[in-house]
Every structure is written in C-alpha cells, then in structure tokens.
C-alpha cells in the first residue's frame, strides 16, 4: 500500500525549471492569473528578498506555483510595506484537491517567520476568478483596488483558517 504524500514547496531551481514554467491553469482562468514564466521574470527584476516563488510538488508531481511578495513598497513611496501572496497558480488538473490552501497557508508560515502579521492578496473579480477561494479562507476585502485587482487581507494574528 502506497502512503499519500504531502505537498511541499521547492525553490525554484535549473532542474526543475521546466516543470514550473509548464503549469497551466484552465483555459477559463487565465484571464486572472499571469503565466510562471511572466512570474519568474518579474522575480527576477525586483530586488532580493522581495519576491519568493515556489513550484508547489506532491510526491514527484509539479501541482502549482505560488510567489509571494515580502516587505514589498506598496505605494512605491516607502510608507507602506505589505507581504502576501502575488502569483497562485495551480495546474488545471489538480485543482479542488487542497493546493491552493496549502499555498495560503505556507505563505502565511513564511510571513510570520518574518515577523510578519498580515497577509494580502489581490484578484481579477469576474467569473471563474479566485474570490469565493480567498473569501472562503477568511481573506477579507480592504476596499482598495491594485491595477484594477481588489485587495484582501488576512489577520494572521488568529492563526487559522476557515475550514
């Protein structure tokens, strides 16, 4: 009897490259998410330490992607710093399998390592978009609006999450 295993993130690495510029999600998504591939890019242009992204693997299959955003100048004007989740992008076959809440809660992990006591994230409103998802795990709505995405945070400060 084979054991389930669980997910766990890897950095992103030359030998797994390929597998994390190769998540898609569904057709019907793509509207509001951008690529791995635009993701990695716009890692790679911002300072160290800003972005964190991560393949997302069960056993020895790639599942998703998620990069998170950390102490990033939210106004660009160094007021405001906040830490959240920028990329989630779980491949269209395993979806609805926990994934997407492993990648919540693992960069809510890392957020708090850092000293860190919220949590924000930004989407596309629209059909098949990620609202019921974020709202689901708490995430409420600020009322602000980032390049037309709306803004959610998350009180880590509670460490849970809805079930």
Known sequence: MTTPSAPR???????????????????????????????LAEAYVHPAGVAWPRLIVDGDRPVGFLMAFLDIDWRTDGTLFRSGLWRL????????????RFAVESVAAEIRRRGGKELYVTWHPGPHGPEGFYLGLGFRTTGELSEDETVGVLDLSQGVFRK
């Open 9 to 39: 993130l890897e950095e992103i690495t030359p030998a797994n490259f390929d597998a994390a510029t190769g998540i898609r999600v569904r057709p019907e998504q793509e509207y509001a998410v951008s690529p791995v591939m635009k993701s």
């Open 89 to 100: 992008n779980i491949a269209a076959g395993e979806q609805g399998k926990g994934y997407g």
